[in-house]
């Protein structure tokens, strides 16, 4: 029998759904699974994009420019000078999700087995678009005792090598929910320009930041315009994950027709979502507003009873909506697997995503876990409630 290629044998699974059917089989006895394991808000999606797929007068679903439709573009375009970020529509280009622009991205800036630095716990699927363009992660390590603050330019230097090209950030940070400041980014910058490198910023949930702090983008530091690789999506924004409707802009011609080759060998971008994307543009601030203080309300529930657990440690994030959580416990693996398999309170039982996929060494995240408070606080409490039963309960308790 042909044998499965390199790839395909070291493709990581998902930390974030690995355990679905271990969530499908507690359904199937009657349990209640309380879903902290996905970034899939229960926040309804905005109206006017809701209204496009309704009210879509069209005979043909047909291909878009491979960049993405030019209308749509230049709606971006004015959305983010909106935010501060001064683009035009043919420096962005609309992909299948923040995913596909990453991948692109990284194929296009990178040869085979050239360095990517990203300060970890990262997002867990920087590995596997790392893996399919044959780029290699290098991590920096942040810790849960100063909140996952960025390390100093230092720290960056020390990891840079000669086949080092890149530096990738989250921002707000998934899976920390750490938003990084301005000294923090001009830090970076100076790494950046010094060493004549990419600037990968992922700024997918730049509308959620809480306690008056402020989403500064890549896109602004002064110095390394041509360098920067802005990656967004309207997938949290708008709770609007299945639209799979993504973008990458860059301000570096040479990039960005690079980048549209790529798109170019897979067509064009969904239809339907761009339809709905563009709607979403119109969504009033009053929407923001209120899903803002929602999710502060849900952060302060979830992580305020995470720290009222005995043992528990958890840093309260300024931004997305997720937080990071030590555990006394000896494996998150074989936690998460075991709420899902043998424990429960009045029916019900919680699903998180174990850390151990969001670091490059498994090893590091042994004891952590990450919670999306995506759900109403009565949820959260609950879940809370259940976990603090779970850890008294738990055979390999440390």
């Given amino acids: 029998m042909p044998a499965i290629s390199t790839k395909g ?16 089989a507690a359904k199937a006895r009657g349990t209640k699974v309380i879903h902290l394991n996905i970034g899939q808000p229960d926040i309804a999606s905005p109206e006017v994009a809701l209204d496009a797929i309704r009210h879509l007068d069209r005979k043909v679903i047909e291909y878009s420019h491979s960049a993405g439709y030019e209308r749509y573009r230049k709606g971006l375009a004015r ?13 962005i280009l609309v992909t299948n999700g923040g995913s596909e622009a990453l991948l692109f991205g990284m194929m296009a800036c990178f040869e085979p087995g050239d360095e990517l630095i990203i300060p970890e716990p990262f997002y867990a699927n920087y590995n596997s678009f790392a893996l399919a363009a044959g780029t290699k992660v ?4 942040t810790v849960i005792e100063d909140g996952f603050a960025l390390p100093p330019a230092a720290a960056f230097e020390k990891l840079i090598t000669p086949r080092t090209r890149g530096i990738l950030i989250c921002n707000p940070g998934n899976p920390t929910g750490r938003i990084y400041g301005r000294e923090e980014l001009e830090r970076l910058r100076d790494v950046v320009q010094k060493h004549d490198l990419f600037l990968f910023a992922d700024e997918v949930y730049r509308e959620f930041c809480y306690d008056g702090t402020e989403h500064i ?13 802005l990656i967004d999506s309207v997938s949290k924004r708008y709770s609007m994950c299945g639209a799979r409707v993504g973008a990458l802009i860059t301000r570096n011609a040479e ?144």
Wanted: hydrophobic share 45%; glycine share 6%.
């Fill in 217 to 229: 983008s890549a896109m602004t530091l002064a110095g390394i315009e041509q360098q920067v690789v």
């Fill in 255 to 398: 990039l960005y027709d690079a980048v549209l080759r790529f798109a170019q060998a897979r067509l064009s971008p969904p239809t339907l979502g761009q339809i709905a994307s563009e709607a979403a543009l119109a969504t009033p601030a009053a929407y923001f507003n209120d899903v803002i203080k929602e999710y502060k309300e849900r952060r302060d529930t979830l992580v305020n009873g995470l720290n009222g657990i005995k043992d528990v440690v958890c840093p309260m994030p300024n931004g997305a909506f997720y937080c990071v959580a030590e555990l006394p416990i000896d494996d998150s693996d074989r936690f998460c697997q075991w709420l899902l398999e043998s424990f429960s309170v009045d029916g019900h039982t919680v699903m998180m995503a174990p850390a151990t996929g969001f670091y490059a060494d498994p090893a590091t995240g042994r004891k952590q876990v990450r919670l999306a408070y995506v759900l109403e606080k009565a949820l959260l409490e609950r879940a809370v409630t259940i976990l603090q039963a779970a850890l008294q309960a738990y055979p390999g308790q440390r």
């Fill in 138 to 141: 290098v991590p920096l390590r």
């Fill in 79 to 91: 959305y983010y000078k909106g935010v501060g970020v001064d683009v035009t529509h043919d420096q």
């Fill in 9 to 24: 044998r070291l493709m990581p699974p998902s930390p974030i759904r690995k355990l679905v059917p271990f969530a499908e």
